[in-house]
């Protein structure tokens, strides 16, 4: 998968990337290199990532209102989780002024390089039979400075049942 974890490299312009099995695998990748036990993520009420979430209202044209999300972040306080991480399902740019880094996922995220990590679909315009791509920022928050993403993200991804063996095969019917 390195060729094409390369390719995603150079056309997110981010600077690492990983090839998962599936779009759920990337986006629970994405929750558990950016949130801690006691944290929370922001989405859209229509959305879902898997863990609990704070939702704020989709607007008609899907994106998220900058006004739900500035709400939704609660000050600092033992007795709520910390927001760490803003999932938006559609390209926007939201929510890096308040120091939360932002993610985004579909097919069509290609052109989302102001997104602190972006997951596409390889199944979903790609036509391949399995398989997404996360790419994220060099440095994960939650780990040493000397860590980058793709080595905080593989381990992330294998304890999801994500490493795939030389004589791993999908076929479609």
Do not use: W
């Not at 290199?33 to 607007?59: F, K, W, Y």
């Not at 999300?69 to 600092?76: E, M």
């Not at 399995?130 to 793709?150: D, E, F, Q, T």
Request: proline share 5%; with cysteine; glycine share 8%.
């Amino acid at each position: 998968m390195i060729p094409l974890e390369k390719a995603a490299v150079e056309r997110l312009c981010k600077p690492a990337a990983l090839y998962v099995p599936s779009g759920t695998m990337s986006n629970l990748i994405a929750i558990g290199t950016r949130c801690r036990r006691g944290d929370e993520a922001i989405c859209g009420d229509e959305g879902g990532m898997g863990v609990s979430l704070h939702a704020v209202p989709n607007q008609r044209d899907g994106t998220l209102g900058l006004m739900d999300i500035n709400n939704a972040v609660r000050d600092d306080d033992p007795q709520y989780p910390r927001a760490r991480l803003v999932e938006i399902k559609i390209t926007q740019n939201a929510c890096n002024g308040r120091g939360r880094r932002s993610a985004t996922s579909r097919s069509f995220a290609m052109n989302a390089t102001c997104a602190d990590s972006v997951s596409f679909c390889l199944s979903k315009g790609l036509d391949a039979s399995v398989g997404s791509i996360r790419a994220s920022s060099s440095i994960m928050p939650l780990y040493s400075a000397s860590r980058s993403a793709a080595e905080c993200a593989r381990p992330a991804s294998s304890r999801r049942g994500g490493s795939t063996h030389s004589t791993a095969s999908s076929t479609t019917m």
